[in-house]
Nanobody, 127 residues
Framework: QVQLVESGGELVQAGGSLRLSCAASGRTISTGDMAWFRQAPGKEREFVAVSKWSGLITYYTTTYTDSVKGRFAISRDNGKNTISLQMNSLKPEDTAVYYC????????????????WGQGTQVTVSS
């Protein structure tokens, strides 16, 4: 039984930084793809970042949506079975509920390829 629990969402001022965490249980994330999505009110859920297992040894590739490139960084701590999202230079448009997602043995992209989701954590960026 896989469970994901996000934490770290807060109210921050524009230009500030925030670090979100996602604690996974039930399965090691070391061989999985771990991602962050977000959803703002009235908008569709969008992809933010992913740390994807390469399929070879312990190596991962990262991908970011254009709007957060250079500002956000996804990382993982396989020993603690957690992933993080470091968010810098936050903008009001980053305001959303951020969701942690996981998948194993999947290919392609899109939220529908992720089988496990956390409850979400609210990030609010004030201008």
């Amino acid at each position: 039984q896989v469970q994901l629990v996000e934490s770290g969402g807060e109210l921050v001022q524009a230009g500030g930084s925030l670090r979100l965490s996602c604690a996974a249980s039930g399965r090691t994330i070391s061989t999985g793809d771990m991602a962050w999505f977000r959803q703002a009110p009235g908008k569709e859920r969008e992809f933010v970042a992913v740390s994807k297992w390469s399929g070879l040894i312990t190596y991962y590739t990262t991908t970011y949506t254009d709007s957060v490139k250079g500002r956000f960084a996804i990382s993982r701590d396989n020993g603690k079975n957690t992933i993080s999202l470091q968010m810098n230079s936050l903008k009001p448009e980053d305001t959303a509920v951020y969701y942690c997602a996981a998948r194993w043995g999947r290919i392609g992209g899109g939220s529908d390829t992720y089988d496990y989701w956390g409850q979400g954590t609210q990030v609010t960026v004030s201008s």
